[in-house]
């Protein structure tokens, strides 16, 4: 499939970039690795008048560390964050998340920011317009009223699917945004309406510039599990990142985040509440699994039934916890 | 509206004439007439057009040319020094790692890159490394022995 038509611009400050967002009013996107945006467009599930290239913006490309804080670029590729020796060395969930992303290919193009605001997806969406048209009367994602997903569904079931967010959530991340009020910092879990028709809180004048990350603590440990179909390629079928705050045998702090389980990331308060300032023990990942099992309703994807995912919760929570704890163990080796 | 593209594809500078919205893949075919990277599904999820990007794969059917100015460009075309084939394309003749063909180039390009960083890689390196490149013909099997062959002694 070709790309249509459309005004290009490559500015070289955020500062412009934004400028050229606001005077297009929602009908300009940012392109940053395009490996979401370029398909969406080809499809024509997407509409933009002009694309504004932000990949000339200098200072966006880094990972630094200031004080307790790493910024990570939102330019900063998936692929060079999986090779980064920094991350590598201090926050390894997060570059096993940026390697569990689609393909070498991909991961070379693909962008933290883009990452982090990449489209829901549902079966009955990701076609091209034609196929839409075609075949069923339009759902809310593409400005319809109705949902092929859940029959008689009243809203958009779309599933928010990205690796990396999750870790960077149970993490803790920031991020610097620039719109045309200027700069504000938000936690990572505000951009995230949770819709799935708009996946964002953001407006279209909105870019992320920088991604914050609290280094943890030393005695912070920490895992990215992915349930999928093939070993490559493949969206997550349920994905859980794992952080434990440990002191010995002891919990202090869990924070337990899945992707692809809603409209957008989700915690699993409970569990985490059930490991918290707790001894740990095997039984005690077991029924911290159970509550993520009972509090969280994933949205059918992948073609797989709600029920089912529901047992996957369950199972890939337990995985993380246990790997995160087995990290922790292999670190005291 | 186009706009003048200057290009360095497997060492040599080109001015292209694009459109923004005309992908790399369209100018490496269209206009420069290298026809060696291949069109797939054109989604980012076969890899058949994969070209190196200054030395790293990447997907020329989801990157403007526009976009690719002042980069190093390398196609399948580039890869061989004279009229010999390079040892990769040696391997993949001499090993049937070739049937219909279609997703050889996107293989070699994506091989060749991994071979640069890791020169001795183990059976199961090689299989995650071309993991994204998509082949309905082979199997695999030779495509994996085609490319152990040529890892450095």
Known sequence: MRLPDFEYFEPETLQDAVSLLSKHKGKAKGLAGGTDLLPKLKRRVTVADALVNLQGISGLRSISEEKDILKIGALVTLGEMEESSFLKGNLSPLAQAAHAVGTVQLRNMATLGGNLCQDTRCLYYDHSHLFGQSVWEKCFKRGGAVCHLIKKGKKCFAVYSGDVAPVLLALGARVLVIGSAGERMLDLSQIYSGKGEQAYALSSEDLIAEIHVPKPSPLSYGAYVKYRERGSIDFPIVGVAAYLKVDGERINDANIWLTSVGSAPVEAIKAEAVLREANFSADLIEEASLQAHQEITPYPNHGYSAWYLKEMVTVFVKRACMKAWEDMKGGQA | ?153
């Open chain 2, 1 to 153: 509206m186009k706009r003048l593209v200057e290009l360095k594809v497997n060492g040599e500078a080109y001015e292209v004439a694009a459109a923004p919205k005309q992908t790399l893949l369209e100018v490496l075919r269209d206009e420069l007439h290298l026809t060696g990277t291949k069109e797939g599904c054109g989604m980012g999820s076969c890899c058949a057009c994969t070209v190196l990007i200054d030395g790293k794969p990447a997907l020329s059917c989801l990157i403007l040319a526009v976009t690719a100015k002042g980069k190093e460009i390398t196609t399948i075309e580039g890869l061989s020094k004279g009229e010999g084939l390079h040892p990769l394309q040696q391997a993949f003749h001499e090993k049937g790692a070739v049937q219909c063909g279609y997703c050889t180039p996107g293989m070699i390009m994506t091989a060749k890159s991994f071979l640069d960083r890791n020169p001795d890689p183990t059976k199961d390196e090689v299989k995650e490394a071309i993991s994204g490149n998509l082949c309905r013909c082979t199997g695999y099997k030779k495509i994996v022995e085609a490319i152990l062959s040529v890892k450095q002694p």
